[in-house]
């Protein structure tokens, strides 16, 4: 099952690409319509092609992400100037990150802007982070920007995000946990359990993880509380024809 989820308050809502379900329940609002395919790339390319006509305004990738730049830590945010994702770069609206920016600049956290990478695997490992960091220059790392970007670029929308890291450049994501989600992004608890009796997942790392996620999400919940309706992203009425 797909989330897909739309809160209209006018004919042109932004819309809320996601992974989780609990990231899109976080996004949901005035002004904004949620989509989301439980961590999986291709599956969210389908959901977004059947937007013939995507009905909003502006595309906003906004949830958790994995750090690669080691100066940042769970909690801290990340306000995407552009996506990286198989040597292609696409921009962020600037004027979109600019205004996301300044709603978020009295925030009792670290906001940066910079590139996010786009991957449609996990990245998992440290060193696997560090790779990457060094091939794009990006600070984080998630499965849905690069496609929402795709999406937005292929309506003429402006594309933006929003993520919040979750586990660190030098910190490990358990393979089993990373894979542990329905289709509908709710947490799979039987895959969890299940890894545990296999002992591919350590109780260490899962408590690490759940601190991360902790950290992660208060942060998300409190952007989301700062962005307001709409999520934040102005009204550039000039890009609005043929979207309705």
Do not use: W, Y
Not at 73 to 81: F, H, I, K, L, Q
Not at 102 to 118: E, I, N, Q, S
């Amino acid at each position: 099952m797909i989330v897909v989820e739309d809160s209209l308050t006018g004919p042109h809502p932004v819309l809320a690409v996601t992974g989780l379900a609990r990231e899109a329940r976080l996004a949901a609002g005035p002004g904004v319509a949620t989509v989301g395919a439980g961590g999986n790339p291709e599956r969210l390319r389908a959901v977004l092609r059947e937007r013939v006509r995507p009905g909003c305004r502006a595309v906003m990738s906004i949830g958790i992400a994995g750090g690669l730049d080691p100066a940042l830590a769970p909690g801290d945010v990340v306000v995407a100037t552009g996506v990286v994702a198989a040597g292609r770069r696409h921009g962020a609206h600037p004027d979109v990150v600019r205004a996301l920016a300044a709603r978020l600049a009295d925030a009792p956290f670290r906001v940066r802007r910079a590139d996010l990478a786009g991957e449609d695997f996990a990245v998992l490992s440290p060193h696997a982070k560090a790779v990457l960091h060094v091939q794009t220059g990006a600070a984080a790392v998630d499965m849905e920007s690069h496609v929402a970007a795709s999406f937005a670029q292929a309506h003429g929308l402006p594309f933006c995000a929003v993520r919040v890291i979750c586990d660190p450049a030098d910190r490990a994501l358990p393979a089993a946990i990373a894979k542990a989600l329905k289709p509908n992004g709710e947490p799979d608890l039987l895959a969890v359990l299940s890894a545990l009796a296999r002992r591919s997942a350590k109780v260490g790392g899962l408590v690490r993880l759940a601190r991360d996620s902790s950290a992660a999400f208060a942060s998300l919940g409190r952007c989301r509380a700062l962005l307001g309706v709409g999520l934040g992203v102005p009204d550039l009425g000039e890009l609005l024809r043929d979207v309705a």
